[in-house]
């Protein structure tokens, strides 16, 4: 059986720790899988709200709060906004890996998952001039090949499993291992206010109150056990201006709490790599007979 990672010893005295963490999906989730949604114009328009106006107003919500953070970015968004994500890239925050057009690598075979992880790479190196050591599988749907092509390729750390409060170092073959930076639905803000007609969402839409007050209440529950709270935002969503101001809040009271360690997702990753934690295996269960 998988043992639950334990506690986590945070730099500086703090007990426990916090990210913001965005994904710069734009076009690139509404297109994998669908390319016909490219003849939609509204819905394009939808996602390009993120990169031109919704990034500019998170990277100033970040510089007000000191707080540097983390960007998933598909390839293809680097590729189709290469001036946004250098202002990302200038601005000091990481960038890290997200497919090239969001593939979800349950959904594609062990050659097309190697493919995906290497164009993404090429595109953030080609545009942004990094090579990103953090990768999160888009719709956070790790295949059981993941975490060994995402060591072939040096990464130290992914963000896309769910089995813990705390980051762990995640078993890959025995003799290598990724450091596992946890997420959780809760604390995702597509399930608060996407809604694309045939494509995601119930139609219903949340108020900002009621998400700050969802990721909210995560945050302190977390902060109370030792935790890493990590909190996933599109610029899509999150950056529309009611949303934004509540996020503002947010940031202003999570950067207060001083027994917080406020970072970004590489920072984390890289704190736990010297702590020298066993590794441990998440394992793929045994179907019984049919």
Known sequence: MTVPAGPVGWPEGRTSAAAFTFDVDAESAVLWGAP?????????????YGPLVGVPRLLSLLERHRIRSTFFVPGYTAHRYPAVVRDIAAAGHEIAHHGYLH?????VTAQEEADNLDRGLDALEEVAGVRPTGYRAPMWDLSWRSPGLLADRGFLYDSSLMDADVP???DVDGTRSLVEIPIQWALDDWEQYCFL???????LIETPAKARELWEAEFEGLRSSGGCWVLT???FLSGRPSRAAALDGLMAHVASCADVWLA????IAAHVRTL?????????PQLPPA
């Not at 007609?197 to 139609?203: A, H, W």
């Not at 970004?264 to 920072?267: G, M, Q, V, Y």
């Open 36 to 48: 016909h949604n490219a003849d939609r114009m509204s819905v394009i328009s939808h996602q390009a």
């Open 103 to 107: 593939e979800q690598p349950t959904g």
């Open 168 to 170: 762990y170092e995640l």
């Open 197 to 203: 007609p045939d494509i995601t969402g119930s139609g």
């Open 233 to 235: 935002n599109h610029p």
């Open 264 to 267: 970004s997702l590489d920072e």
């Open 276 to 284: 020298g934690l066993e590794p441990r295996s998440v394992e793929r």
